[in-house]
């Protein structure tokens, strides 16, 4: 079976550090990958999405960068942090191939606090 | 342009009474259409979805949903709802030339016993 696993699950950064999340998933190969924001009204937005090394689309400017160094880690980086990053970050997975309505699994999350 | 639509920040349900959370939805083409549950602090987990067939689906836990293109909506349900069931709700659409699901600003369920 296939398995999500985010890292860290919590996060105090001051402003102005870098931030590193970092995501793997198990049991597939080749997946889609998402990295989405969740702000403190709950909504849920699209950073980015892989469909494979190296290849990352961002869905929204930001302050945030991603990176996918081998076929299922999804690195989330940012060289400066600002206060408004401040959030919970979900990594996510589907198979790979066209949209075709796959499921999106979700990883358990990473709260992250700018201070 | 593309969007879904939770029509209800909270829904209160006493333990044992049927529940409805309401999604409309707003995608070209055929939708493929979802519902996810969040715990506190925790990841959106998947209940069930629809792409093509039946329009009742059976999901996850007792949940089901149906689908209705004619008012575009695909409400989720449950016949005897648990407090256990309290959670926040995501319905997502995608489809059409959306490569990526759009999710709704989510329902807070509430069961109280």
């Known amino acids: 079976s296939q398995t999500i696993h985010q890292w860290p699950a919590t996060l105090v950064q001051p402003v102005g550090s870098p931030l590193s999340l970092e995501c793997t998933v198990e049991?597939?190969?080749?997946?889609?990958l998402y990295w989405y924001r969740q702000a403190a009204g709950r909504g849920l937005q699209l950073l980015f999405y892989?469909?494979?090394?190296?290849?990352i689309s961002s869905e929204v400017p930001q302050n945030l960068s991603a990176s996918r160094p081998q076929d299922r880690q999804f690195i989330l980086s940012s060289k400066k942090l600002l206060l408004s990053d401040s959030g919970f970050y979900l990594c996510?997975?589907?198979?790979?191939?066209?949209?075709?309505?796959?499921?999106?699994?979700f990883g358990e999350g990473s709260w992250l606090t700018v201070v | 342009a593309q969007s879904v639509a939770q029509p209800e920040d909270q829904v209160n349900v006493a333990e044992g009474n049927p529940l409805t959370v309401k999604c409309t939805y707003s995608?070209?083409?055929?939708?493929?259409l979802f519902w996810y549950v969040q715990y506190p602090n925790r990841g959106l987990q998947f209940l069930l979805k629809?792409?093509?067939?039946?329009?009742l689906v059976k999901g996850s836990y007792g949940f089901e949903a149906e689908f209705n293109k004619s008012q575009t909506s695909f409400h989720l349900k449950k016949p005897s709802a648990l407090v256990s069931d309290s959670a926040l709700y995501f319905c997502?659409?995608?489809?059409?030339?959306?490569?990526?699901?759009?999710f709704g600003k989510g329902t807070k369920l509430s069961v109280k016993p």
């Open positions: 996510a997975w589907s198979v790979s191939g066209g949209w075709s309505g796959n499921t999106i699994y």
């Open positions: 049991g597939t190969s080749n997946p889609n």
């Open positions: 892989s469909v494979g090394i190296g290849q």
């Open positions: 995608v070209s083409g055929n939708p493929y």
């Open positions: 629809y792409i093509t067939g039946d329009n």
């Open positions: 997502a659409a995608g489809g059409g030339s959306q490569g990526n699901l759009i």
